[in-house]
């Protein structure tokens, strides 16, 4: 630590603030962010404070910290920064993450900050060209991470609309009713569709097309499991893939990350993920609700070797479909709505296999899958791989934060090794 570096409290630093009540009949729609105390949750037409600002949670969920650019709208459920007294507002972000929130919990059901205690908390205070150093460093990571975010968004978004196009809305099948060239395929391609449609238990499919079972379409439908007495207290091993984990593809919260013992992963008869299995929440929601939760692993993301437990699916395609096509039938609106259906009027809201098993699926001649499959899986890779390099990112933004801001790694001399 640098003789310059200043030892205190964090109320000198910044000044938290309560804040405020907004109850949801109040909101109006607008493009002002409304801040909870797990981030965004909203959008009202009112201003509450002038950005750049920090809000952390007060209640309910807490220790997590947000730096919004923008004006915004802080909830009563946030502390958010009243003050920075001089100070870099994103170097104050940073700071806050290496806080330890929980010596201000009241330990109670739903945990709350105590601002005062908060305030009282020990930090160190760079000087202001110093933190600005160290908040250009590690928001220079932040940013790239949440530029692949929306590149994913996007490359997401362009392959669900060609699946969108293809095989739900059967924009090429229509066009040729309509005497039309087929927009953006060419001849090859364009020849693969039929030019008729005709009734079908989905309601219109292209002639010719098949809509059968997805029992008839899969190689392997398995959950896995976990050892006797649950994975509580295992800090290492192979990590294992729980229904709170399926979200998208590409999407992944390490810090909901559970393991199992070597041992018992290489004891395991099922449950192994494999590179672009299609992984579904099998049950866990809430009473008399299911709502379904589709997601694809591959090309080492979220991790090399990994296993699922008991509340998720594994799902592998026969040689009738591609794991891409999978993936987006499993997602789209008509899945969904039947998996809801079917995981809802149970006892304990899920799915079981046979109602799995018994899921309607379109099927195309496979010429067409492959056509779709050769636009679909280009993106998908570029968007694994986005995936990876930002769990690469934050490893390195979590490693150097708290040597940034204890004064043992400096900006400067990062700087300088760099230049020479």
């Not at 949801?24 to 959008?43: F, N, T, W």
């Not at 933190?131 to 940013?143: C, E, P, R, S």
Request: overall charge neutral; proline content about 7%; glycine content about 10%.
């Amino acid at each position: 630590m640098a003789n310059e570096w200043e030892g205190i409290p964090l109320g000198d630093l910044i000044t938290l603030q309560r804040g405020f009540d907004l109850p949801s009949q109040d909101r109006k729609p607008g493009k002002v962010p409304i801040v909870s105390s797990s981030g965004i949750s909203d959008y009202h037409s009112e201003v509450g404070v002038k950005g750049p600002g920090v809000v952390t949670g007060r209640y309910g969920t807490i220790g997590q910290v947000f730096l919004i650019k923008e004006d915004y709208w802080p909830l009563n459920t946030t502390l958010w920064v009243k003050d920075f007294h001089g100070n870099d507002p994103q170097f104050a972000s940073y700071l806050l993450r290496t806080v330890d929130f929980r010596s201000c919990s009241d330990k109670s059901s739903v945990p709350g900050v105590n601002r005062n205690d908060l305030h009282q908390i020990p930090v160190l205070r760079p000087p202001l060209a110093e933190q600005k150093g160290i908040a250009a460093m590690l928001g220079a990571l932040d940013d790239k991470i949440e530029l692949n975010r929306r590149m994913n968004a996007t490359l997401e978004a362009m392959a669900r609309a060609l699946f969108q196009s293809w095989f739900v809305d059967f924009d090429p099948v229509r066009a040729k009713l309509d005497g039309r060239q087929p927009p953006g395929l060419d001849s090859a391609t364009a020849a693969l569709f039929p030019e008729h449609l005709e009734d079908s238990s989905i309601g219109k499919k292209p002639i010719g097309w098949e809509v059968t079972a997805l029992d008839n379409l899969l190689a392997i439908l398995e959950t896995g499991g976990r050892p006797k007495g649950g994975v509580s207290g295992i800090a290492s091993g192979i990590p294992s893939i729980g229904a709170e984990s399926i979200v998208s593809v590409g999407i992944f919260d390490f810090g909901k990350t559970k393991f199992v013992p070597v041992e018992f992963y290489q004891g395991m008869k099922r449950g192994h993920v494999n590179s672009h299995d299609v992984l579904l929440y099998k049950d866990g929601g809430r009473p008399g609700e299911y709502e379904p939760h589709v997601s694809m692993f591959g090309d080492g993301f979220p991790f090399e070797k990994c296993c699922i437990n008991e509340h998720v699916y594994r799902l592998r395609a026969n040689e009738r479909l591609s794991q891409e096509y999978l993936y987006f039938w499993m997602t789209s609106d008509f899945a969904f709505a039947e998996m809801r259906i079917k995981g809802t009027g149970v006892a304990i809201p899920g799915l079981n296999s046979t109602a799995v098993r018994s899921l309607a699926v379109l099927v195309p001649p496979r010429p067409v899958i492959d056509a779709f499959t050769q636009q679909a899986a280009p993106l998908i890779t570029r968007l694994l791989a986005n995936a990876k390099q930002s769990r690469t990112l934050a490893t390195l933004r979590n490693t150097l934060l708290p040597k940034l801001l204890s004064g043992e790694i400096r900006t400067m001399n990062v700087r300088n090794n760099q230049m020479q």
